[in-house]
């Protein structure tokens, strides 16, 4: 089976959703721990292969996420082995979009991987917005679902005057 561009924008979309979703049932008292690790589970290929993960607010030795405890507390903190984690998406985030602008198409198709470049927007729900620069790479896995094997977000470079 061959990737295609609307597979990957899915993806996109359902990382996006997924943010979203966790903000909202933590803001609802709910079970926002699970519904993080079915996104984790559902968008890395932390199961079947090795993912990079570089989040936007991760540092110092724990920099990269190589395993999806390591997702896990990035997204929703509250462990004690990454005691320097909030929670990502307890934010919460009204709104996260996407935009694959690296070049006229952000998509690259190459075999059973799919490499995206550009910007995730994200607003909480007093409309603050932040930008951050994105790479994602998904790979088809034998489920046929496209899965992160690689997510890098940071944010912009800002040069001191």
């Known amino acids: ?9 899915a993806a996109q979309q359902a ?9 909202k049932i933590h803001q609802a008292a709910g079970n926002f ?3 993080a690790a079915s996104l984790i589970n559902d968008l890395y290929d932390y199961s079947e292969g090795v993912v990079f993960f570089k989040p936007t607010m ?3 030795k724990q920099t990269f996420r190589a395993t999806s405890k390591g997702a896990l507390s990035y997204f929703v903190g509250g462990d004690p082995d990454f005691p320097d984690d909030k929670g990502f998406a307890l934010q919460p985030w009204a709104r996260v979009c996407y935009e694959n602008n690296a070049a006229e198409n952000g998509i690259q198709i190459h075999g059973n991987i ?11 729900y007093h409309h603050n ?3 951050v620069d994105k790479t994602f790479a998904f790979r088809l896995c034998p489920d ?3 899965r992160l094997c690689v997510h890098k977000s940071a944010l912009p470079y ?4």
């Open 33 to 35: 721990r699970a519904t």
């Open 58 to 60: 991760a540092h110092g």
């Open 1 to 9: 089976m061959t990737i295609t561009e609307d597979q990957v924008n």
């Open 129 to 131: 917005e932040i930008m």
């Open 158 to 161: 800002s040069p001191t005057n």
């Open 144 to 146: 046929q679902r496209l």
């Open 114 to 124: 799919a490499i995206t470049m550009g910007n995730v927007y994200l607003t909480d």
């Open 15 to 23: 990382w996006c959703d997924g943010l979203i979703a966790i903000g």
